[in-house]
């Protein structure tokens, strides 16, 4: 799946894909395995980064052409690659 999002997009928007990974795992490991919410402190700081995510979409060439269809690839392999990590915590 990153080959595929690699193929229709740029390596800028993976890596701002990937930065907001951090703030899937902690969701989906508060809603599927139990575990505490991070701080409040570590919540503004996730927020802040999933804002600048945003507005990089927002200002993305790619993003105005093609609209959403731009990230398909990109959104798997977002999706893809958050419930991995919290999968492997669940296995270890």
């Known amino acids: 799946c990153n080959m595929k999002a690699l193929e229709f997009s740029n390596v800028e928007t993976l890596i701002v894909f990937r930065s907001c990974c951090p703030m899937a795992v902690a ?3 508060w809603g599927l ?3 505490q919410l ?3 402190r570590s919540s503004l700081s996730l927020f802040l980064l999933v804002a600048g995510a945003a507005g990089y979409v927002l200002s ?3 993003f105005k052409l093609g609209g959403l269809s ?3 690839w990109v959104t798997a392999y977002f999706i893809i690659l958050s419930v ?3 999968y ?3 296995i270890v």
């Open 84 to 86: 991995e990590m919290v």
């Open 60 to 62: 993305d060439k790619a």
């Open 38 to 40: 991070p701080s409040l």
């Open 27 to 29: 969701l989906l490991d």
């Open 33 to 35: 395995m139990g575990r």
């Open 70 to 72: 731009a990230y398909s």
């Open 88 to 90: 492997a915590k669940h």
